[in-house]
Nanobody, 115 residues
Framework: QVQLVESGGGLVQAGGSLRLSCAAS????????MDWYRQAPEKQRELVAS???????YYLASVKGRFTISRDNAKSTMYLQMNSLKPEDTAVYYC?????????WGKGILVTVSS
């Protein structure tokens, strides 16, 4: 059973930075899309950023220019560099990887941005 483990969350002041990581518990070959989602209290989960196998990226409009998604296929790991954080970025962040027609999810990691 493949598990995804997120790390790098925590509490940061507004304007600060955090780097999230998401690693698969086993080496996966030919991973498809890698995505970061977030869910704030009493809000629906939303797609924050995505990176395809070809390296093409997508960003939620509110994070564009502040967040950068990247991937290391050799390590079956993905990252989310978050700069200029705002209180509205506070949420539980989840990673997702697509592999052999299955979407694997992490358990989520809390990011709290204080004003």
């Amino acid at each position: 059973q493949v598990q995804l483990v997120e790390s790098g969350g925590g509490l940061v002041q507004a304007g600060g930075s955090l780097r999230l990581s998401c690693a698969a518990s086993t080496t996966l070959f030919n991973i498809g899309a890698m995505d970061w989602y977030r869910q704030a209290p009493e809000k629906q989960r939303e797609l924050v950023a995505s990176i395809g196998r070809d390296g093409n990226t997508y960003y939620l409009a509110s994070v564009k220019g502040r967040f950068t998604i990247s991937r290391d296929n050799a390590k079956s790991t993905m990252y989310l560099q978050m700069n200029s954080l705002k209180p509205e970025d506070t949420a539980v962040y989840y990673c997702q990887m697509e592999h052999t027609f299955t979407n694997y999810w992490g358990k989520g990691i809390l990011v709290t941005v204080s004003s």
